[in-house]
């Protein structure tokens, strides 16, 4: 029954496919409405769920523990949980997760950010913000407006955060990882790749994943496009008769490369600012009779 929503709704989404003459068909696909929408509909029942249990919970455990509780007392609590399980859960799940949910495994789809690397977490810190207000306080209807009528099906947190759903289940996260060629290593290493489109950066890794598959002639056609849309987009080019493949795959290695090293500075940068936080302003002395060691 879930296949069969998601495959209805799927000929509504316009595929985002490059074809050679050879018909072998590079597949870029977002999620579908109906899979977006059905996704949606079984993460916030169940977040729905558990914020009801929570509350009838703490109820009646408040009526056991606190004779008469004060007003502020249940305002306060009241608002915690509330924002424990419409912004807390949600943001935890996606960010540890990857852009999976309970719903998107269901449906096969992930969030992936716009050039198709994985989401982080101001994206999904966007996506369930603008989510409170277009799917809780409005009953989800611009979500599944916006849904319908923008092309890779996005909501609103979706437009906002630079995010979308995809589909999961075509076999690329099974790819081999892409590899730096050692001849183009110092040149990626000072290449600004920066104004390189993030639709065509997903369209050249599709490429290179699936490239073992593809006819010789056809493999080598296509390279030769894609090295040609992206090569103005990088400064400096490439050095002269480089084999288009090796470009691209020299582009993308070192475009991971820098985004994962971004992502270890930003690791790196919270886990200092935890630990400046937990540092107590002023030395502390042992309390009498501590054991010194």
Not at 37 to 55: C, E, H, R
Not at 169 to 195: H, K, S
Not at 222 to 228: D, P, V, Y
Request: contains cysteine; proline residues 8%; glycine residues 8%.
């Amino acid at each position: 029954m879930v296949n069969g929503v998601a495959a209805s709704s799927e000929r509504m989404m316009t595929p985002e496919l490059m074809v050679t003459g050879e018909a072998v068909a590079l597949e870029v696909l977002p999620a579908s409405p109906g899979a977006r929408i059905l996704s949606g509909l079984i993460d916030y029942a169940l977040y729905g769920m558990g914020l009801a249990i929570t509350l009838i919970t703490a109820a009646v455990v408040g009526d056991r523990i606190v004779d008469n509780p004060s007003e502020a007392l249940v305002i306060v609590l009241f608002s915690l949980v509330l924002l424990g399980w419409l912004v807390g859960v949600p943001l935890a799940v996606e960010v540890l997760s990857r852009g999976r949910s309970a719903g998107r495994m269901v449906t096969g789809s992930r969030i992936v950010r716009d050039d198709g690397g994985a989401v982080r977490l101001r994206h999904s810190l966007v996506r369930v913000l603008v989510g409170v207000l277009e799917i809780w306080l409005l009953a989800g209807v611009p979500a599944v407006a916006a849904c319908v009528v923008t092309r890779r099906g996005k909501r609103l947190g979706d437009l906002l955060a630079g995010t979308y759903a995809v589909r999961d289940r075509n076999g690329v996260a099974d790819a081999p990882p892409i590899l730096m060629p050692p001849e183009l290593a110092a040149w990626a290493a000072d290449a600004d790749l920066r104004a390189l489109p993030g639709h065509l950066a997903l369209v050249v890794r599709t490429f290179l994943q699936r490239a073992s598959s593809m006819q010789p002639q056809a493999r080598a056609r296509l390279a030769t496009q894609l090295a040609a849309q992206a090569e103005p987009y990088v400064a400096p080019p490439p050095p002269p008769h480089t084999h288009p493949e090796r470009f691209l795959a020299a582009m993308l290695a070192a475009r991971r490369d820098r985004e994962f090293m971004l992502e270890l500075r930003d690791r790196r940068l919270e886990d200092e600012a935890r630990s400046t936080l937990q540092t107590p302003p002023h030395e502390v002395a042992a309390p009498t009779g501590t054991p010194s060691r």
